[in-house]
Structures are given as C-alpha cells and as structure tokens.
RNA sequence: GUGGAUGUAGUUCAAUGGCAGAGCUCCGGAUUGUGGUUCCGGCUGUUGUGGGUUCGAGUCCCAUCAUCCACCCCA
C-alpha cells in the first residue's frame, strides 16, 4: 500500500520553505508597522458561523465546505476563511464592547472543498487583515494601502489595483430591481449559468466570461449610479484618501464580492498572467457582519490574500526571494586522525551559528572536493597527514582558489571573522 | 460539480501492437592531496492503479486515482 498526498495538497518542501518564512515575516513585520496584531483561531469552527457569516447561498457553504461531525456528534468545518472567525473571536472577547478600534491580522491554512487548479488548492494559504470601529473612509484607504504597498514592495510590477462601492442593503435592494428589470427582457439571449444567476446572485451577471452575455453587461445598469447619498460620499471620500496616500487605482463597477458579508467599498489586487484565477487578494467592508454574528454593531473592513498565488506571481515576474540554503564551510578529512581532528572543529563552528557540511561517507580527496563545489560553499577546510604534523588546517576559498595555511586552534576564531 | 489534455528511471522526455531507451542528475574511476571542463564505467522501472481485447499491450478499450488547463467559484 502507497500513500498519497491528499488531492488539492502539497507539502512545503525545504526548497521552497524559506520563501513562506520571508514573506510571512514580511506580511508581519508591515502589518506592525501599520499598528496591527496577530490573531490566530482554530482551524475548524462550528459550521454555522461559515453559514451565518459567508451566507448559506454561497458557494462556498453550500458545496466547498469540509464538514464533519466530532464524537459528541456536533457539527464543525475546517475553516473557508477567515473573517468569521476573527469575527467570532472580536465578539468572544467582548472587544465589540470594550475598544475603539481593533486591527488584527493572521495567517494560516483554509480549507475549501475546491477542483484544484492553477493558483487554487484545497488546502491554501492566507494572510488577512481586519480593522474594527470605525466605519471613517480613512481606514477603507488604510486597509487598502496596507494591501498594495506589501504587494508592491516584493517588487511586483504586473499588478493593479481595482476598487468598488457594493453599497448598502439599502441601495443593494434599489440596484438588484434596477437589474433584473435591465436584464429580464434578455433573458432568453443569456447563457445557462446567467439564467441561473438572475434568479440566485444578479450582481454575477455583470462579469460573466460569455462573449454574448459580455455584449448585455456593457449597457446594463452601474452600481455605482444607485449608491445613496451617504454611501456615494463613502465612496469618494475612500478615494480622496487613496490619493493622498498616493496609491493608483481603478473604479471598476463589475467586482464582486463573493461572501455575503461585504457592503460599501470592495477591492481586488489583479495579476496580469495568472492565467484564470488572477486576483491576488481581495477584501472589502462589512459594516453589518458584526451586529449580524450577535455582537454590538460596529463597522469593520479587511482582505485577505493567497499565498499560493503570490508565489507564482512572483515567480512569473523572475523575483526570485532566494536566501540560500549552501553552507558556509564545506569540510574535508583524509583519513581517519584528521577525521578525528575535524569533529570538534565541526561542532564548535556550527554551535556558534556556522553552516557547516560534512559527508562521511566521501572518502577519497577528489570525491570529497567535487561535494564541496556542488554545495557552493563559500570555503573548503581540509585536513590531512600534512597538516595535522604541522598542526594546521587548509582553508580554501573556493570562488578564487586562493588557500592559506591556518593554525588549528585559529581556524575556528579566524572563520567567524571572514564569514 | 462540468468539459478537455496528460500520467514511462530521481528528473526532462523517447519508444508502427513485437527485447522499455536517451539526455541531465546521482555514484564510481582516469596514481584517495585539490572542485567546476573532458573522457570512461555504473545504479535506477510493478510504464499511476485495477480490469479487458490480443499469440503478444507503455501503445487499443473500460474503470479508477492523480496532475495540468478552462468553466464554475474564489485567495
């Protein structure tokens, strides 16, 4: 019997590993900077808070949920997300009651019962953020900033920023009815997927990838037209912010967000060259989540994005993030005294935060110089007969070639200076 | 959940239905004392898995699993 890697996985190996360290420090250490602490949940929950908080018409609830049952027969999901339960927690913690403002941020590993796909895993995963207690424009733009300047700041160049006003449940209503009246005398000219979504999600019918249903879109009503009065205000005053904070942006009426919770400003970060799932991260406000989950009503606004895809991205734009594996000294002994002379140079050397590699089992001098130029290690140290009558190690740089004779009870003193 | 493509050595790929191969990697050698280049030699396979057709299947058929691409959806 083989094992396999469950389907829609894959492990970290230690190639790739270091990259996940760098940016996770990254995400940390800008998210510090902004004023934002970390915060992480359990990665299961009740389900009911994916179905009370996502909406029990999504997708996501509806078929890409890991459920199960614990053996007291209650039931959990692994988490889809992870605004709920940041959400859960705020309100656990009586945070709704006792704070003015709360910025939180976490990574970690969702969950989504998903056909995988490039850029798109079963189990995957996300950096977010979430700011609570304020509901002022600045931190729709702060939020948003936080979200650009990291993406920016790796070096990426292929991405662009688009923005959004969903509404409120208020001018959500007038809109829904301004397009279904839009879209009903098309709809026998409409794609299967598009009948569907007239009925369950009208908002969908804007970004459908059908050329024909793309020719209706273009006239149909714009949500932004149907804003009222307070959240047209909004919506300018986020971009005014944006502005200030010198941040570029596009208003594309056509996003939306796929969760329920979202009102008022939503944003996406696009990848060109992703190939289909090429939004980078996504986020926006939910003004209501809170008072909806049972805490008091306070306004909030967070994203959240994969890592998965900004791996790719950034390697689709050759950033590589390499900080190396290869050791500092590579280690040679022939024959067994030098062998015996090597050891507590070793040990000593790597104690004191030396990368040092050593390989038994290469015998012959040749055999052991060709593992040291594999591993690029910047310096060779050999020990042989000659140097252990004289009491010395070679010290080789192996990039010039030049080597030295160094006093053994030296070489360990004199390679944490040149290192 | 729907549609399409693909699964052969560690890896990248070959192989009219007729003996499973090559490059790279890896290991060893060219006087166990100086690496990268070169030369010589060597290891590595239930051809994803299970059935079927056939004298004979890596090749054709069915099922299954996985990967990739697109839809759907989303990070």
Known sequence: MNYSIPRGTYDILPSQSHKWQYLIRR???LAAAYGYHEISTPIFEQSALFERSSGSSSDVVQ???YRFLDRKGREFALRPEGTAPVVRSFIENSWDKTQGRTKLFYT??????DRPQAGRYR???QYGLEFFGSSHPFYDAEVIAFLWNFLSSL???KIHLEINSVGCPNCLKEYETALKAYYHPHLDELCGDCQNR???NPKRLLDCKVPSCGVIAQNAPSQLDYLDEDCRKHFEQVQHYLNLANIEFKVNPRIVRGLDYYSHTAFEVIFEGLGAQNTLAGGGRYNYLVQQMGGRATPAIGFAGGFERLLLALEEEGLALDTDLVPDVYAIAMGESAQKALMPIIFYLRNQG???????EKTSFKAQMKAANSSHARYCLIIGEDELSSNSVILKNMET???QNVAMDKVSTHLLQIL
Request: aromatic share 22%; charged share 30%.
């Open 123 to 125: 189990q995957f995963w």
């Open 27 to 29: 995400f940390q250490d």
């Open 108 to 113: 970690g590993p969702m969950f989504r019962y």
């Open 63 to 65: 078929k890409e949920m």
């Open 198 to 200: 007239f009925e369950v």
């Open 401 to 403: 070639g030049e080597q």
């Open 155 to 157: 070096g990426l160049k």
């Open 354 to 360: 030396v990368k040092v590699d050593y390989d038994p």
